[in-house]
């Protein structure tokens, strides 16, 4: 019962009704207006599940980059503590040059 209202307020509609030759000004722009957003709603989809699956592949960037800046301020301090290490190793090499320079020199001021 509807039905018929529901196509007689469109217009004249030659796919769905029968004595129709020509299809009138509404039903067309119905028919436009269906077509339009029948049209949008598969593009926003297409759209929405591009820019998911781009935020997934950023998001496992970014914590790609977080983990690697945390393995890079972990190899920094290694770096920092084996410089301290040789800092102290060539302060000890230089001690003993000091020491063997004496030693030398003692001996040499002996044999004068």
Known sequence: MWFPNLLFSWGCIPEITKDCQDMTNASSTYMGIAAGAIIGAIVSWWIYNRQKKTAEIQD?????????DENHDIMLKRIEDLDSRHEETLNKILELDKKIDSVLETKKDKID
């Open 60 to 68: 496992l960037t970014l914590n790609r980059i977080k983990e690697l």
